[in-house]
């Protein structure tokens, strides 16, 4: 298993442009997350989902959009990228049934917008 | 929103040394877990404590999800160079039905010096 894969790893954006970061897992779980980790900060969720066609926002959705149409990819989508946007986003995936299992995340991708 | 309050910031030691953080939060936890980055990497589960009271541990490394179920610590013991990152609490507040949202401390950056 490969487990959560992100890509790319590394980006830089100009200010305005729009870009998708990917996310894969390949484990069956039914859960997926974007996070963003800003210097000295712990992690913010952007958005979540809890299976194909259904996704919602967490605590710091503004300017990010995503969809899961398979269980396996959620996408993020920057629109129009902002300098405040700099950030790692880290994506994670869980299985939930009857007790919540903990997350396992992707290595990264880290943004630049300039 | 819920606030998680990890303790120390950072740790300088030198190897062989034991190593303890904690984390507190101003409401209850059903679910705590402790994962560590390293650097260009993405956070790598530790420990999961499901249960007040409950002690885990995992090699050198011995967590605790506290009685009242605001807190929790982690010991590392006989610290060795390769234990150097950051180490991150995460709390989530239902153990079951749809609130499987993680609170995550903003981590201890663990230096060890050989």
């Known amino acids: 298993n490969a487990g959560v894969t992100q890509t790319p790893k590394f980006r830089i954006l100009k200010i305005g442009q729009s870009m998708t970061l990917q996310c894969t897992q390949d484990?069956?779980?039914?859960?997926m997350y974007w996070y963003r980790q800003d210097p000295g900060m712990g992690l913010k969720l952007i958005y979540y989902?809890?299976?194909?066609?259904?996704?919602d926002k967490g605590e710091v959705p503004n300017g990010y959009n995503v969809s899961r149409s398979t269980t396996e990819d959620f996408p993020l989508r920057l629109e129009l990228a902002a300098p405040s946007q700099t950030s790692v986003y880290f994506c994670?995936?869980?299985?939930?049934?009857?007790?919540?299992?903990?997350?396992?995340f992707g290595d990264g991708t880290r943004l630049s917008i300039l | 929103g819920q606030q998680l309050n990890q303790s120390p910031q950072s740790m300088f030691i030198q190897e062989g040394e034991d190593v303890s953080m904690n984390c507190t939060s101003s409401s209850i936890f059903n679910t705590w877990l402790w994962y560590k980055q390293d650097p260009g990497e993405g956070p790598v589960l530790l420990i999961a404590?499901?249960?007040?009271?409950e002690l885990t541990s995992n090699g050198r490394l011995t967590a605790q999800f506290g009685i009242t179920r605001k807190d929790s610590f982690l010991n590392i013991s006989a610290s060795i160079p390769s234990d150097v990152g950051i180490y991150f609490c995460a709390g989530q507040a239902n153990s079951g039905g749809s609130n499987y949202k993680l609170t995550f401390g903003k981590g201890t950056l663990l230096t060890v010096n050989p």
């Open positions: 484990m069956n779980h039914n859960y």
């Open positions: 994670a995936s869980s299985y939930h049934r009857d007790r919540n299992q903990p997350q396992h």
């Open positions: 989902s809890v299976g194909a066609g259904i996704t």
């Open positions: 404590l499901y249960k007040a009271g």
